[in-house]
């Protein structure tokens, strides 16, 4: 039996799914304070035979809200940047430290690190009482050389320490500052909960396969999330969107519009797997090199603020309080749907009593409003979408073949998800011209999604033949290569080493592995070739698990 | 960080496309300026923003070309999208979404003149006057532009479409061309009998660094661009002048050359050429963007960088600082050049020899110009080439007087066997035709 729990804001949702079926749903209150009290009130609220769950999958904001909150214990930073832009524009606290050092965009060093230097830092680091520190080179991901220089000289004095390289495999410098920082800096709170967790479920008598959910709609074993904890920041909106990719198996281009209370999530799937955002996710204004799936949020949700101006009706983006038949102040699309008679919660004599002012000074009849309210909500959120896929339509592309044969995405059918689904299909199946499909179990998608994601992971490997050098960041491979080493042997290696190494990287199993990118260049000194500079992404794909219908 | 200028970069580095596989011209030239741009995380930097290329339409090439025997036999996609992504860029600054834009594309263009039997200089189509012309077009308040080259080899194929055009006015900085190719670009090539003066080559003797780079900007190419008042400033940012470029042999560095896009401030940058890819291109480029953005670049610096080693000979600087007092007295005086140089007659003549070492085609032409006081001068360029083709072009240019629009159509409308095709360019009809 697999569980999947999503953690939210308000509510924690909570699935139970035993060979290809839905067994049962729960949904408690989330109780910011005690998580996993919250998680195990799910549990209880699912009322199932506990011994049978050999899986739990966890998607949480745990990581998201200590960095967006800055609940997290002094951090250290200390990095080595070379020339280039001023690395100070990338200090996010005083306790960052830049030290000798240089790396170029070949992985070649030109400066080298100073050791007496890096043990002062560490010294100041430590007298400031800090426990966690990042390390960070410019171009670490060609070479990690500096990056673990730095980590050998300070590894008995940290407790939590991570290595930029370890992150991503993808180039950017800021990036990967923000990225390091976050990830050491949340260490300790992942380190707290993951033991809390397995203590409660203890007591409850199981001990299963515990997984978390990552920003990239898949999941990885809570060894890796112990060491990569800033994967499962923003893991909210892919538990969504892979909810919809696990209640709609289409092929083509699926928009996924998960409609909840504040804002509607709009992401793309195509044929079950999700799109990502090209480097990495936003949280909290910071960009990072987390792979996270390509998600516009935009403010118009159930309880978004309806309002007029100058006669024209506007919804959201502000949220202002509850719906009006909830007991809030202003009038939103909830309250519409209560005056159209379809809530099965509410009071609809509140919304009207909210929405009488607005119809009267529009001279519009109450419910012929309501009808506008959420029409004007539908063809918001189809504006988004539009922008949304026009953005993926227009991304650079850097080939002439790409120029020339670029196919255009044009989505075939819309999965609308949460809570208010079902009651606003009409309205959005009437502005958008595609399929709009409100699949059953659409309330608990997120917890669906958590669920059934397979766990993912991915490689970038660079090979440079000129210098007899493959660099692995992920995993911290470094190794000398015949000069004759050819595109296939890398890819056959790649393969190879993300398989040896998939416990490590935190999948269960490497069984769908794809190569998403692979660039050769012949390098050309002189007037003769020198070598080949090669570079390649390989994954275990991101989508559901086979075990799903 | 926050661009103080809207900036936005058109980056094409055509990973597909090569002259041939050992070229400097390859698939790898822009391959670690991607690399370094990423890393620095230049297209992180708030109102820093990367666009899409696009394609130049036959129609936008044929604004700036006569293309034999046409237009698609002339060129590939990889050119169409180099235009194409110049163009974007334009479009991008002229409809105000930035202030600024740089069109980091490949191939280069500058070499490549009006008239196109073949590739020269690794050049078949000119990106900046396809350009500029598509500019023209759709913006016409945009009256006056000003190219300034700073590619190492001197733009005769800019200098040549702009020869008689005194609304463009094209300022180039080279490596003198007694030591490198293509040869041109003298301070007596100072531009056609309606464009006297509006041309204007700055040769510089070989090893020239940051010093004399940045005394040309400051003392002569910023007065000159005050003067003119251009509506718009266009740089054909090639970048082998740089220390590490190996086939050129001059001494400027990275960070000169961000110091000289901060001060010359152009609106629109252009790569040219430049073929130090590991160690200068990577450096240059980030310089370039940083300064375009107005942010600081001060800490852009090769790797390998020895100022000591490369810095200006003194009596180089002496040379250039004669130089340039010398073409500032020229700029002052060139509403008299055309009295001097004139010979009274209704027509001017120039007779040119052009190769194209790329395809290894000769060419030969007989430029004809109407000397005209009301208009720029409707010209025709009778060219023949190895090839076995022999062409007539007439340019009938922006702000055309009658006469010089009628005469432009008399000379279309005679009947010619003796060439292959006769073409038209009407500027300010936007009607560009080929008879056969």
Sequence with gaps: MILGVDIGGTHTDAIC????????????????????????????????????????????????????????????????????????????????????????????????????????????????????????????????LHEESIYNLISNDFSYISLGHQMSGNLNFSRRIN????????????????????????????????????????????SAANRLPVETIMSGPAASIMGGAALNKDKGASLVLDIGGTTTDIGLLVDGVPVMEPLGVSIGGAKTLVRGLNVLSVGAGGDSRVYTKRDKLFVGPQRDGPPAAMGGKSPTPTDALAILGVLDFGDAKKAEHA??????????????????????????????????????????????????????????????????????????????????????????????????????????????????????????????????????????????????????????????????????????????????????????????????? | MKARYKTGLIFFPAYDWKISPTHPEREERLLYTQDQILEEGLLDIEDIYEFKAGFASEEDISRAHFCVPDVSSRITPSHNISAGGCIEAARHVLEGDVKKAFALVRPPGHHSMRVVHGARGFCNINIEAIMIEWIRHHYPKIKKVAIVDTDCHHGDGSQDIYWHDPNVLYISLHQDGRTLYPGS????????????????????????????????????????????KPDLIINSAGQDNHYSDPITAMAFTAGGYARLNDMLCPDICVLEGGYSIEAALPYVNTGIILALAGL??????????????????????????????????????????????????????????????????????????RICDECPGVFKIDSAASTGYRILGIHIPHGACKACRDKGYEWFDKPDSEFYAVYLQDMDNDIFKVKK
């Design chain 2, 296 to 369: 600081d670049y001060s800490y852009i610096k090769e790797p390998d960088l020895d100022l000591d080693q490369i810095r200006d000979d003194p009596k180089s600087l002496e040379y250039i600082k004669q130089l340039c007092e010398q073409l500032l007295i020229r700029w002052h005086e060139k509403d008299k050049l055309k009295d001097k140089y004139s010979s009274g007659e209704e027509y001017s003549k120039r007779n040119k020899s052009i190769y194209y070492d790329t395809d290894g085609i000769s060419e030969t032409q007989t430029e004809v110009i």
């Design chain 1, 179 to 222: 990225t390091t920082y976050f990830n050491t800096a949340v260490m300790p709170t992942q380190d707290v909960f993951m033991k809390s967790v397995s203590g409660a479920l203890g007591k409850l008598g199981i001990m299963p396969q515990i997984l978390f959910l990552k920003a990239d709609g898949g999941t990885y074993m809570a």
């Design chain 1, 355 to 549: 929405l009488s002012p607005l119809a009267h000074a529009m001279g519009k009849d109450l419910k012929d409003l309501a009808k506008d309210i959420l029409t004007t909500l539908a063809k918001g959120i189809k504006q988004a979408s539009a922008s949304f896929i026009d953005e993926l339509n227009t991304k650079p592309v850097y080939t002439i073949h790409e120029m020339l044969h670029q196919e255009l995405i044009r989505p075939d059918r819309v999965i609308i998800i949460g809570g208010p689904a079902r009651n606003l299909k009409p309205y959005i199946a009437d502005v958008f011209d595609i399929p709009c499909i409100v699949p059953e179990y659409c309330e608990v998608a997120n917890a669906l999604g958590a669920a059934l994601a397979r766990t993912t992971a991915q490689i970038t490997i660079m090979a440079d033949t000129q210098m007899r050098r493959l660099v692995c960041p992920e995993i911290g491979i470094e190794k000398e290569i015949p000069s004759h080493y050819s595109m296939d042997d890398i890819k056959t290696f790649g393969i190879k080493a993300l398989k040896d190494n998939a416990s490590y990287l935190g999948l269960t199993d490497a069984l769908d592995v794809d190569v998403v990118e692979a660039q050769s260049f012949n390098m050309v000194r002189g007037f003769s070739t020198a070598g080949k500079n090669m570079r390649l992404k390989i994954q275990s794909t991101p989508g559901i698990i086979p075990e799903w219908r």
């Design chain 1, 17 to 144: 799914i035993k060979t290809g079926t839905i067994i049962n749903s729960a949904k408690v209150t989330t109780d910011k304070e005690n998580l996993v009290g919250s998680i195990v009130g799910a549990i209880n609220e699912l009322d199932i035979d506990l011994p049978k769950i050999d899986r739990i999958v966890l998607s949480t904001t745990l990581s998201t809200n200590a960095i967006i909150e800055k609940k997290y214990g002094l951090t250290g930073m200390i990095a080595s940047a070379g020339p280039g832009i001023d690395p100070k524009n990338y200090f996010l606290t005083d306790n960052f430290y830049l030290v000798d050092g240089a790396i170029d965009h070949r992985g070649r060093e030109y400066v080298p690190i100073n050791r007496d230097q890096i043990t002062t830092v560490a010294g100041k680091l430590k007298d400031k009482g800090i426990t966690g520190v990042g390390i960070v080179s410019k171009f670490s991901v060609r070479n990690p």
């Design chain 2, 185 to 228: 670009g003298f301070p007596n090539e100072f531009g056609g009998p309606n464009a006297m003066g509006l041309t204007v080559n700055i040769p510089l003797p070989p090893h020239t660094s940051d010093a004399g780079f940045l005394h040309v900007i400051e003392t002569l190419v910023l007065p000159v661009l005050d003067e003119f």
